[in-house]
């Protein structure tokens, strides 16, 4: 049995909550739009709320930590997990 630590890959779910405030629109729109801008077909659930953006997945099969990552996303602002924070 796997133990959840932090982010999860190759996992059944996985989900992500960040603030609107703690990325810039250009990153805002690269995570809305990550199918497209990754060319991957392995797409995240992404909702927008006021004020953050929530992803989700239930086949974890994009690595979306590190696309995050690659597109310049403070990762410590980045909360993994449920999506009660806002």
Do not use: C
Not at 12 to 26: N, P
Not at 79 to 84: I, T, V
Request: proline share 1%.
């Amino acid at each position: 049995m796997k133990a959840k630590t932090d982010f999860t890959t190759n996992s059944s779910s996985s989900s992500f909550v960040v603030k609107l405030t703690d990325i810039s629109a250009h990153q805002r729109q690269l995570i809305i739009d990550h199918p497209f801008y990754s060319n991957t077909e392995h797409e995240w659930e992404i909702q927008e709320t006021a004020f953050s953006l929530k992803g989700r997945t239930w086949m974890d099969n994009f690595d979306m930590y590190s696309y995050l990552s690659e597109i310049g996303v403070d990762m410590s602002k980045v909360k993994w997990g449920d999506w009660h924070e806002d």
